[in-house]
């Protein structure tokens, strides 16, 4: 069967190459996911499928899915899926998302026990990582400030593979507002930060990681401002035992969060 789309000048594709644009995104609360995986998990939050017809024999199953849910699937050129994606080399399918974002005051009524703040983090390809680091760790929700990267770049779409759609977030909340709101639900804020006065292995072996837990993360570069740490309950450092000289973002988050899931099902 030859493809439905063809032309580069279709409206669904112009639509696309705008959806790269935040403020786009934005406006039409619409974004695109890129490859199998993302588009499986996606299904309940899915507006389109656009699909090569030999990736369409390739994930047959994700396509019986979406249409199963009434989500209209179209078969589309090789030249119009690689105009839709961001990536070098496409994979063939891409989806059109409706945003999938909550508002923060749903996350705190939920009483959630682990949470991961993304305070000033600007690289999508990290945001995207620490929220698959979320997931993996059993995090209940992941909330990104107003100074953070948006939630629906394409990269960090990409990075969180397929973990975007798998728990609570909360986009655009003043990390004041995020810091007190979680204090109040009950929930100890942690600043993870290399130079804290606290380390990791103290507070695992003092106890107190079995609470309800909020670790905020910072800037790639520079950490943690210090009007943002004096927000937290205590600020605590990974520690490092050998000789290098930092931990990158995701590394220090997949060890706090999995040190704080721990503590918590052990209790």
Known sequence: ????????????????????????????????????????????????????PEAAERHADILAAARAARVPVLTASDEVIAE????????GIVALCRFLDRPFAEILAARPRLVAVLAHVRDPGNAGTVLRCADAAGADAVVLTDASVDLYNPK?????????????????VPVEEAARGLAGAGVRVLAADGAGERDLDDELDAGTMA????????????????????????????????????LNLATAAVVCLYASARAQRAR
């Open 1 to 52: 069967m030859p493809p439905e789309l063809t032309s580069l000048r279709s409206p669904r594709v112009t639509t696309a190459r705008k959806l790269g644009k935040r403020s786009f995104r934005g406006k039409e609360r619409r974004f695109l996911a890129e490859g199998p995986q993302a588009v499986r998990e996606a299904l309940e939050h899915l507006v389109e499928v656009y699909v090569t």
């Open 84 to 91: 839709m994606s961001d990536t070098v080399t496409p994979q």
């Open 156 to 172: 960090a779409v990409r990075a969180s593979a397929g973990s975007l759609f798998h728990l609570p977030v909360a986009v655009g």
């Open 211 to 246: 609470a309800p837990t909020a670790w905020v993360f910072g800037n790639e570069a520079w950490g943690l401002p210090e009007e943002t740490r004096a927000l937290a309950d205590a600020v605590v450092r990974v520690p490092i035992h050998g000789r290098a000289e930092s």
